[in-house]
């Protein structure tokens, strides 16, 4: 059974940072693109960061370009998403996917993801 586990959420204010993990069990993930979504109160999901697992490629949406980075542990089976000068317009809950297809430009071009997270909260207050 496929599980993909964030945590890392939580409160911050503007010009903070947060990092999100995204713990990967079930299967291996060697071959999966993982990506990273968030959807805000009133509006629909959005892309926000995409990686191949072993981080050699990676695209994020331009909102995000220069102040996010995605990442991944193999050994860990877990990726992450560093979240720097962070703003309220961030504030949205954040999921992680996983999509067997591998690549990330898929998930960039919003392909729907084989599997997702439960989802973590992010609070950027002003």
């Known amino acids: 059974q496929v599980q993909l586990v964030e945590s890392g959420g939580g409160l911050v204010q503007a010009g903070g940072s947060l990092r999100l993990s995204c713990a990967a069990s079930?299967?291996?993930?060697?071959?999966?693109?993982m990506g990273w979504f968030r959807q805000a109160p009133g509006k629909e999901r959005e892309f926000v960061a995409a990686?191949?697992?072993?981080?050699?490629?990676?695209y994020y949406a331009d909102s995000v370009k220069g102040r996010f980075t995605a990442s991944s542990d193999n050994a860990r089976n877990t990726v992450y998403l560093q979240m720097n000068s962070l703003k309220p317009e961030d504030t949205a809950v954040y999921y992680c996917?996983?999509?067997?297809?591998?690549?990330?430009?898929?998930?960039?071009?919003?392909?729907?993801?084989?599997?997702w997270g439960q989802g973590t909260q992010v609070t950027v207050s002003s």
């Open positions: 990686i191949r697992w072993g981080g050699d490629s990676t």
């Open positions: 996917a996983a999509d067997r297809n591998g690549n990330p430009l898929r998930l960039a071009d919003q392909s729907e993801p084989d599997y």
């Open positions: 079930g299967r291996t993930f060697s071959n999966y693109a």
